[in-house]
């Protein structure tokens, strides 16, 4: 039946050995964040906190950036664990059949479940760290946070006096094409891609299952509503995520 986990599971997918996962909100709205860049995202459906996320006003306005930095700050006070769905994705790297962790998710839960760093390629960045938009400067996100926290409203880079900005992709602002080339060669060498809680409407995340089925992969597809990449999928499943997960990965 659509929509249910199979069991037994598909031969194909328990014998699967390079799995490349594409995972998007659904899997961290478990873990209390919201969805804030999809297509119904808080910032999507909000004129005014997208301004905060678009380079464009950010880079004029210090007034935006003031907010901004507030709202980071405010992030970053949240008390946010990963959950089962997030556990599940570093059991099937230690069962050895994990190609790659494609995340459009800035929030780092991967990692802090234990995923590998090196295995996790962030699409979108991460908001644990900040980049100068002038030298690409790097520093912890928690090192500006501090600075903030001591009285600077806009903290400027250190070694340049440039814009700090969170190292994640704004609204008009180039993808990183390294992260991408990643992306797209753990798309074409895959022999699964499972797509986790991403409504698959939002490049180049969308596109990188156009990559997988032209060079032969099946493709898996867990999502909460439909998305425009079922018609092609092998198998959709619309159970909640963190239940479905751990059983769609078992070892077979
Ligand atoms: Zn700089």
Redesign the pocket.
């Known amino acids: 039946m659509t929509g249910t986990v199979p069991d037994p599971l598909p031969g194909w997918l328990t014998a699967a050995r390079r799995v490349t996962v594409l995972s998007g909100a659904g899997i961290s709205t478990d873990s209390g964040i919201p969805d804030y860049r999809g297509p119904n995202g808080v910032w999507t459906r909000d004129p005014d906190a997208e301004k905060l996320v678009t380079l464009s006003y950010y880079v004029a306005d210090p007034d935006i950036r003031r907010r901004a930095w507030l709202m980071r700050r405010d992030m970053g006070a949240m008390d946010v664990r990963p959950n089962a769905g997030h556990a599940a994705l570093v059991d099937l790297e230690r069962q050895g059949r994990l190609r790659a962790l494609v995340t459009q998710n800035v929030d780092g839960l991967h990692q802090a479940a234990g995923s590998d760093p090196a295995q996790v390629v962030e699409i979108h960045g991460t908001v644990h760290e900040v980049e100068?938009?002038?030298?690409?400067?790097r520093t912890t996100m928690q090192e500006a946070l501090d600075r903030v926290a001591a009285g600077e409203p806009d903290p400027p880079?250190?070694?340049?006096?440039?814009i700090?900005k969170s190292a994640t992709i704004s609204f008009g602002q180039l993808l990183d094409p390294d992260v991408i080339d990643a992306a797209g060669a753990a798309a074409r060498d895959c022999d699964v891609l499972l797509a986790v809680g991403t409504s698959l409407q939002v490049h180049p995340a969308a596109g990188l299952v156009d990559v997988a089925v032209r060079h032969g992969a099946r493709v898996v597809v867990v999502n909460a509503e439909p998305t425009p990449y079922d018609d092609v999928a092998d198998l959709v499943v619309r159970e909640p995520i963190g239940p479905a997960l751990p059983r769609l990965v078992a070892a077979g």
């Open positions: 100068c938009l002038g030298c690409r400067a880079c250190r070694a340049c006096g440039g700090l």
